[in-house]
């Protein structure tokens, strides 16, 4: 499905992986401030934060999967099907599309304090873009450098999560992500000590043993964990490019291999790209599936006080140095 | 440690991780036909295939650690530290030094063949190539589109193993890596069903499930299980492209990230570069740690028929492609 | 900690292990009908149903730890600590102090069904025995031969869930434990088919290989797991004895050995008895760590229109049948 | 399949679990020191150390599955499928038969050392006790108080093993059981501390969460791990009574429920006994399947300079204690 992960050095990095089995015509994508953001049941935005992110575009509005805006916020969202339910308009309460749900936090907040003062009283709504355009299903995990949340709407009401390990993957519900954590508790980057029996002489085979009961398959609930640990002990210089290698690095742990998560018949999910967004410095850096060098877009090369949204393609060609 | 994959599509593909903790300073090293090549204890060649591939050289002798030939036969040296063991030279025996293993196997077969044949008899020597250049503990894997076979030169003597999965990684000894797959038997890219229980209404909750199980952490073990999962699954078309971006997902999923393998006080294994030879075409591609863009090399564009070592550094600095 | 479990062939069977580091003084006791239960916050019962069960006698209240009622409802409370939150008095609720709970419902309730209607409205509350009687912190399962459920107090409230599965061990709260048994729902009692690579000759080495991954660790979830798999697949004709001893089987799957759970410094949590009680025939069998024989309380042996319980101490000595 | 175990305190204790779908007719048999002992291809011995164990009586030859001798030294054979191989009568060598192994052993060694020093130029032959009873594929653990040795024959000879461990279950060979051990080296019956990541906040919600990882299948490298865990872990006292306990309970950790290993359609392999033997001082304690009661034979009871075998069925009848 997806994983969204956070990197903090010298700046702070955002990314995710898309894991799907086709891809929507995703397009990289710089909203400026003045391009209006009409909102379906709150008021509207004529200027904002300048944001920039993966998205699909319907018509001129886009459909964000995962955006930073100009001040260093960053928001994804990640599927979340059986769990993700959003609800009726209701009075009183600041009802906010689904769809909505990104653009709107992005174009406001300028902190994640902001952000937890913003959705107070938030009602994620049902609303739909348009009739043909079912709404995703998802949670959304949004940071800043000092930190994550996780926002759920569930049949129950809306949950709020810290989100100290600053990753999100897809089910079960973050609660229960982080709850399953604990059973990895003893897992260390380091080797470990025999404490099976003082008196039996077992032996590290191999580097690495350490971290012996990670799980390595694709489901969501395994993902979590492996990029929970891989992010949580990374290790880089703070340099942009050291960090930015190390993200795709984290991410690259969570990465699905085309034949490894068969949907249907002959039909595979795969990471259709995976995207790290400097998000102190409006850098959105992406690989795809076939393509493993880094793209690169940078918003502050467009005129961020424009009105219209600006989109890139994304390169999916493999595009080789040949060095002789 | 390291991880050797091969994958077949139109073309026959071959390469590996290197993981480790430092680099000795690698670079793609094209051999052509008539540099001589003179062995130890063994009659010299002055005309033989042409090699491509990962070497350290010491003045102008090409210490391979993988490489393909002109004819489309593998071979990879892969750290087998505690249990390779080389013998001392032995009279009515073929006596390859340690160091000599991967040119003179890739310089005499064309197909996978006569690398049985010629290995028939052979001894593995502990001759170094020089004092101060210790001699590294390897086993090996050698391919051509037809099958893979593991050399395990060890203290009870040479063991030549059939390897079906067309992967390597390193202790415990081949066959016992393959007797651990058969823990993994159950495990599928589909779904699974629910054999727990059939009054019991349970859930995929997410995509992936019917592999969990397979094993995450970066233990040679857990490498050999996971990387042959995702080769034994992997899923592309026959294009060069396609085979090649296939190829480097299979070697992602063993990929070692910096800080999950922590080897000494603050010193991490990581996987320094990864390759993958078109072994049918002659090209070297790889990636490094630092640089995601695949760089390549082609043999073909080289004069084949000469006498010295061409030699590429590796492009170990981050290829961005700026899109605005 | 502990494990609960039912099973059902002619007769239901209902039982628990209680594993601590010490024993309170446990008593097998049988409470006649028209012993006066006076209960704290509502009304007495003087005349109700036969309960037998494991019950620490305070005085001449029994503390029941598990029991069954002559009309084959059975009940017992299993730590929950962490998560158990007893509530203050609430006007409107039925107000039933923790170390009540079991003699409320077991008194007055001749089918689960009736459980459920009695336990609308439930408030369980914090009032203790006495005040050098800390309550233990529970949660519960109740269950007849149609079916269980599991209770839990929880700070945010009362849940009553519906228990598929007839099996309660402790932490995390029973909804979670439910979902984790997802995890597990390609194992099988039978052996698994090849599905990691059609291509390779995989070899079933073993017996029993179909449930490779269930856990064998005594942590809760590890034991939910474990006895659940047993229980759903366990397989006995429905003769008394042979109902029986399947029953202490599925309780042994989570048997904790001295030695292998250290709470603290040499001290270790054992199992300290197990139980199974014939629901159906008001029978309570059970054995303890040190002695292995099934010792049977039969409650119809008693005067069941009696006031005052009648208790036997636990038999811990070794019953050893010498054959010569 | 089975499961044998060694246990020290102030005594010896050596026993195994047999676990198969169906029973051969076992007895408890002690054969005296006078029963002549007539093997196919070696001396005979018509006077020799008394031994006390489990057997299939072939008319009044004791085919022992596991014995204790008068001095001390246990031993049992369990399955070993697919890799034992009885071999050719060979001159120069101590040919004994399979069948003939534990008793040949058993009447001629006080000590495991005893035991090192004649099985020198074994070699297990493929002579059959009869031609309508099969030879059981069988490897072998020998013990005595000061420690365990391994035998197995297999296809390219004998292999010998030290066995620090002191258990035994079948498949895979026995190195390689004892290598497997290496991945469960960081498991312990104490908690587990956070080495996952110092930053989070990580719970221990169970008591018993150091040894997550331990598998709780009935496969025999799962069982391997399981009771080598439980039983360089277990806790007693040196009497009689708890060593006893502690031994079945070491044993219990592996005991097979019927239903959780189907063998063919509807046939399920279970413990069908479980045995303890003192060796120190000659008694053979046991239960079955349906039969948790211990049940116990004394060699000392019988006159240990007799010449016939003296037998006692095993009780597999539910012995119950009524306590009213």
């Known amino acids: 499905m997806c994983t969204a992960a956070t990197y903090l050095t010298k700046d702070f990095y955002f990314g995710r992986t898309l894991d799907y089995e086709f ?20 008021e509207n935005l004529e200027k904002h934060y300048a944001i920039i992110g993966m998205a699909h575009m319907a018509g001129d509005y886009p459909l964000y999967y995962d955006a930073v805006n100009e001040k260093g916020v960053g ?21 906010v599309a689904s769809f ?21 009283d938030l009602n994620i709504v049902d609303t739909l873009f348009s009739e043909n355009l079912p709404a995703g299903m998802l949670h959304w995990i949004i940071s800043d450098k000092s930190g994550s949340i996780t926002v759920e709407s569930m049949k129950d009401g809306l949950h709020i999560h810290e989100n100290p390990v600053g990753v999100l993957t897809n089910n079960p519900p973050f609660e229960q992500q982080m709850f399953m954590l604990n059973n990895y508790m003893g897992l260390s980057p380091k080797q470990p000590e025999n404490h099976f ?27 979590f964990a492996r990029v929970a640990f891989t992010k949580m002990n990374a290790v880089s210089d ?40 400097n998000a102190s410095r409006g850098i959105y850096y992406y690989t795809t599936y076939s393509n493993s060098q880094i793209t690169a877009v940078d918003m502050h090369r467009e005129d961020l006080d424009g009105s219209v949204p600006v989109h890139y393609p994304m390169l999916t060609k493999q595009q080789i140095l040949w060095q002789n």
């Not at 891809?23 to 709150?42: A, D, K």
């Not at 050291?242 to 795969?270: N, P, T, W």
């Open 23 to 42: 891809s929507y015509g995703e397009e990289i994508t710089v909203t400026p401030r003045n391009y209006p953001f009409h909102f379906r049941h709150t």
């Open 197 to 223: 029996a003082d008196k039996l002489d077992l032996n590290m085979y191999s580097r690495g043993m350490g971290a012996l009961g990670l799980p390595g398959d694709l489901s969501s609930a395994s993902r």
């Open 100 to 120: 909505e749900f990104v653009p709107w936090v992005l174009a406001q907040c300028a902190t994640l304090d902001e952000v937890r003062d913003l959705i107070t």
């Open 75 to 95: 928001m994804a969202g990640l599927n979340f099907v059986g769990n993700a339910y959003y609800h009726k308009e209701e009075s009183g309460k600041k009802n």
């Open 238 to 277: 703070d340099s942009e490019e050291e960090s930015v290698a190390q993200f795709f690095h984290i991410l690259g742990s969570v990465d699905q291999q085309r034949g490894c998560c068969e949907v249907s018949d002959g039909k595979y999910e795969i990471t259709i790209y995976t995207s790290c967004c």
